[in-house]
C-alpha cells in the first residue's frame, strides 16, 4: 500500500476543503477502497475520512426520504419507512456482501465501490480502467460476469452494486457538494458507460462529495422486490439481478419501474421495457415482450450470452411475482 | 492513537497503512483475530466495534481510535468461558479452529442485530418486528463466515442453542 495522509472531516465543507488537490479520496467504510488500496490499484495521497458526515435517514417534506451519505447499508435496509415504502431497496442491500460488510459499507461508498471484473484486480492482465490504453484482456478472455449491455471495445466490466440497482428503479436524485458548489444529479445519470473512457466511471467533477441520496414519494413502491440470481445462495455478486415496482389498475399496468444489475458498467435503467408495459394488461406475454424489448440491443461475449436470457426470464419472474401480490 | 479494546485503553503507534486487524494482532498481541484472506471474503478477522460486528482485515486502525473493540479474547469471563464458546465446544463447532474466533464474534454481532430487528434477504415479511432465528434465517447471517473444514453444522447447532428460541 502506497503510504497517504489521513484526516477525518467534521462536516461537508470541511471534506471539501480537504478533498482538493491531486491524490485525494473520500473514505467510508473502507470496505472497497483499502482492498483496492491494498492490491495498490488505488493509491490516494490523501484519505478524507467521510464517515462522520450526516448518518440521518429522514422523512422529506411531500414525501420521499433523505439518506445521508455516511449512513451504513445495514441501517438503510433495517429503517422502517425503507421497509414498509421502499422494500426494493430494502431486499436489494440485503442482497449483497455479508453482514459485516454491510455493518461497515456506507450510502456513499456503495455508490462509487468499482468493478469486480477480475481483470482489473489483476495488475498482470491488461485493463483500460486501470491503465487508459492499455487494452482489454476481459474481452477476449474469461468474461461470464461481464456485461451484455452498453459495453464498449475498450471495457465490458459491470458497475457491482446491488442498492444501486434499486435506487435507479427508484428515481432516486444524489445531492452532491464541491468546490463549485452543491448540484443534485438522478442516480441514474451518476454512472457512464464506458465508452472509450472506462476509467471514468461517474460524472462526478474533481473533489466533489455524496451528501446525501433522496428518495421521491413513490406510492406503488410499497409493491416492489429484487431479485439476485448469483453462482451461490448467499454473499456472491450477481449475474444478473432486477428490481422492480408495479402498479396496476385491475389487470392493466398503470406503471412500472424496472433495473437491472449485473449486465452494464451502470446500474440499468430499463426503459424500454417499462414504455413496453405501460397501459398493458399484466401478463406473462407483456412481460415477455417487455423484456424481449429491453434486451434486443443485448450482445453476448464468449462466457456470459447466457446472460440474455436469464435477464428476460428474471423480469418474467419478478413482474409475474409482483402481479400476483397486487391481485 | 488510542484504542479501547476489551475494555481496556491502550496506546499505539502505528503507521496509517495498518488495518484493525493488523494492529490487533502485531501491535497490541492480540492473536485471536485471525488473517484468513485479508479481503472481507471470510470472516476470520471479525470483531465487534460498539457491539456491531464488522471485518477488521478491511478497516484501517486509524478510523476506530475510540471506539470500543471486543475480540475474541474479550468473551470469556476470566476462566468462565461466554455461552457461545461453550456450546462451540458441546457441539464440535470447529476442527482445526482457525475460523473460530470470527465465528464467534460474528455471532454474537449477528444475534445482536436480529434482536435489533435488522432483517436479512431471506426474511420473508420485512414488516414483521420480530424475526425468529430459524434455520434460513442463520445461515444466511452467517455467510459471511467460512470454515474450510467444513464444521457448519456443529457451528449452526452451537449459534442455535445459544440464540435461537426453536433448534435452527
Not at chain 1, 188 to 216: C, F, K, N, S, Y
Not at chain 2, 81 to 108: K, M, N, R, W
Amino acid at each position: 500500500m502506497t503510504p497517504f495522509t489521513y484526516a477525518r472531516a467534521t462536516g461537508p465543507a470541511d471534506a471539501i476543503r480537504m478533498g482538493q488537490g491531486d491524490g485525494a479520496k473520500y473514505l467510508g467504510g473502507g470496505t472497497n477502497l483499502v482492498d483496492l488500496m491494498r492490491e495498490t490499484i488505488e493509491h490516494p495521497a490523501t484519505l478524507v475520512d467521510v464517515t462522520g458526515l450526516s448518518t440521518a435517514i429522514e422523512p422529506l417534506d411531500g414525501g420521499g426520504l433523505r439518506i445521508g451519505a455516511a449512513a451504513s447499508n445495514t441501517s438503510l435496509a433495517a429503517h422502517p419507512q425503507v421497509r414498509e415504502a421502499y422494500p426494493v431497496l430494502a431486499r436489494a442491500i440485503l442482497a449483497g456482501a455479508s453482514g459485516q460488510i454491510r455493518n461497515m459499507a456506507t450510502v456513499g461508498g456503495n455508490i462509487l465501490q468499482r468493478t469486480r471484473c477480475t481483470y482489473f484486480y489483476d495488475d498482470a492482465a491488461r485493463c483500460n480502467k486501470r491503465a487508459p490504453g492499455a487494452g482489454c484482456d476481459a474481452i477476449d478472455g474469461f468474461n461470464r460476469i461481464h456485461a451484455i449491455l452498453g459495453a464498449s471495445p475498450a471495457c465490458v466490466a459491470t458497475h457491482p452494486s446491488d442498492m444501486c440497482v434499486a435506487l435507479a428503479a427508484l428515481d432516486a436524485t444524489v445531492r452532491l457538494d464541491g468546490p463549485e458548489g452543491a448540484r443534485e444529479l438522478p442516480l441514474a445519470a451518476l454512472h457512464r458507460l464506458p465508452g472509450a473512457r472506462p476509467d471514468v466511471e461517474t460524472e462526478l467533477r474533481p473533489g466533489e462529495l455524496i451528501v446525501a441520496v433522496d428518495l421521491p414519494a413513490l406510492p406503488f413502491a410499497a409493491r416492489s422486490t429484487y431479485r439476485k440470481v448469483r453462482d451461490r445462495a448467499s454473499y456472491a455478486f450477481a449475474l444478473v439481478s432486477v428490481a422492480a415496482a408495479l402498479d396496476l389498475e385491475g389487470n392493466i399496468v398503470r406503471d412500472v419501474r424496472l433495473a437491472l444489475g449485473g449486465v452494464a458498467h451502470k446500474p440499468w435503467r430499463a426503459e424500454a421495457a417499462e414504455a413496453a408495459l405501460r397501459g398493458k394488461p399484466a401478463t406473462a406475454e407483456n412481460f415477455r415482450a417487455a423484456a424481449e424489448a429491453e434486451l434486443s440491443a443485448a450482445v453476448g461475449l464468449r462466457d456470459n450470452a447466457f446472460k440474455i436470457e436469464l435477464a428476460r426470464r428474471t423480469i418474467v419472474a419478478v413482474l409475474g411475482e409482483l402481479a400476483e401480490v397486487q391481485a | 492513537m488510542r484504542f479501547i479494546v476489551n475494555g481496556a485503553s491502550m496506546e499505539a503507534q502505528v503507521d496509517l497503512r495498518t488495518s484493525l486487524l493488523d494492529l490487533l494482532r502485531d501491535h497490541l498481541g492480540l492473536t485471536g483475530s485471525k488473517k484468513g484472506c485479508n479481503q472481507g471474503a471470510c470472516g476470520a478477522c471479525t470483531v465487534l466495534v460498539d457491539g456491531t460486528r464488522i471485518n477488521s482485515c478491511l478497516a484501517l486502525a486509524v478510523q476506530y481510535q475510540n471506539r470500543e473493540i471486543v475480540t475474541v479474547e474479550g468473551l470469556a469471563e476470566g476462566a468462565a468461558l461466554h455461552p457461545l464458546q461453550a456450546a462451540f465446544v458441546e457441539h464440535d463447532g470447529f476442527q482445526c479452529g482457525y475460523c473460530t474466533p470470527g465465528q464467534l464474534c460474528s455471532a454474537i454481532g449477528m444475534a445482536d442485530e436480529i434482536a435489533r430487528g435488522v432483517p436479512s434477504i431471506v426474511t420473508a415479511d420485512l414488516s414483521a418486528e420480530t424475526i425468529p432465528l430459524d434455520h434460513d434465517e442463520l445461515r444466511e447471517r452467517m455467510s459471511g463466515n467460512l470454515c474450510r473444514c467444513g464444521a457448519y453444522n456443529g457451528i449452526v447447532a452451537a449459534i442455535a442453542e445459544t440464540f435461537a428460541k426453536e433448534p435452527a
